[in-house]
């Protein structure tokens, strides 16, 4: 319910066909519209989607708090991620196969693989490093293993010489497990990296 003040020559709230409300300590007048309805399918599809992300983020975002060369200036690396993937957001749809977990101009590395085929308690995965003037002996690969089924996720890092990681993660059977993998180097105090890449596997 409105309130008119007759004396100041203002009201708050709804009166009438009119709404009062303070703006920058000025009293101000407008017209009363009807509110937007926030649960159209659309954005109800948004939401979705961003739930969606957001948990299967929030699984390994902690574990590469050091590991990544995002922009997490006033934010976390979760929220980095979900800004790195916000056309996919506003799309509507959450693949896992698509989320960019990292960005940077650094090659990344080819080759990858990662024996997911068979159930266990780890996997090694195998990459050839690439061959840039731009990388330092500091250069590292970064493995995020995800099972969003089973809410688990792994994330290890490795000299990229190495071209081999293990990486100890239990592999369910019938569950998918998506792999991301990306290069970290350094510079001084400052990190860079490459755009990450996925694989991903179901155990038998």
Do not use: C
């Amino acid at each position: 319910m409105g309130k008119m003040n007759l004396l100041k020559a203002n009201w708050i709230g709804k009166v009438g066909e009119t709404v009062g409300a303070k703006w920058k300590n000025l009293k101000t007048i407008r017209t009363y519209s009807i509110p937007s309805n926030p649960k159209t399918e659309a954005q109800t599809t948004v939401r979705t989607v961003f739930k969606g992300m957001t948990g299967f983020i929030a699984l390994f975002s902690d574990q590469i708090k050091y590991l990544s060369s995002l922009d997490t200036r006033g934010m976390s690396v979760r929220n980095a991620i979900i800004k790195a993937n916000a056309d996919m957001v506003n799309a509507g749809e959450f693949k896992p196969e698509d989320l960019v977990v990292n960005k940077g101009g650094l090659p990344n590395v080819t080759g990858f693989t990662a024996a997911l085929t068979t159930a266990g308690n780890s996997f090694t995965a195998t990459w050839t490093k690439p061959v840039a003037t731009n990388l330092t002996s500091k250069a590292k690969l970064v493995v995020i293993a995800v099972n969003a089924e089973s809410n688990v996720a792994v994330a290890k890092d490795v000299a990229l010489d190495a071209e081999t990681i293990t990486v100890d993660m239990p592999l369910i059977s019938g569950e998918v497990t998506h792999v991301y993998y990306y290069v970290i180097d350094y510079r001084g105090s400052s990190r860079v990296g490459s755009v990450s890449g996925h694989a991903q596997g179901t155990p038998a």
